[in-house]
């Protein structure tokens, strides 16, 4: 297999996978950056949203050999100081936790291209995030 070089939340990184390996594989089992999680493993749930270069993507359906010279950032890669994460925190938002770590980069994308998005923005950009533990019927917003 090739050696493939990545840059993960600002660090360079060799991995040697076949280039068909998913991103999200890669992240968890080779990084060890377990923050990003395995939900459906078809892009439709949003648990494994990452951003490549600042865009959200799927990282369940992202070849490892599409990423290129591309740079990743995951969860990790706010490291607990974006404003998303400290008003998630003071919101109490999280319940199990799982789809979490999804909607807050897509939160963070949206922001970064919108700093004042529309409610409609806003359902358009998170209705991609689904619930694993039914806490959330749908994500809302007052």
Known sequence: MPLIRLIVNESAHTVDVN?????LLVLR??????GTKYGCGMGLCGACTVH???EPVRSC?????AIGSKKVTTIEGLAG???VQQAWIAEEVPQCGYCQSGQIMEAVA???K?????????EQAMSGIICRCGT???IQFQ
Request: glycine share 6%; hydrophobic share 25%.
């Open 19 to 23: 280039p068909d390996t998913p991103l």
């Open 136 to 138: 959330y019927q749908r």
């Open 110 to 112: 949206l922001l970064a």
């Open 29 to 34: 089992d080779r990084l060890g950056l377990t």
């Open 81 to 83: 100081h974006h404003p």
């Open 61 to 65: 359906r992202t070849k490892i050999s």
């Open 114 to 122: 919108c700093p004042k998005p529309t409610l409609e923005q806003i």
């Open 52 to 54: 490549l270069e600042g």
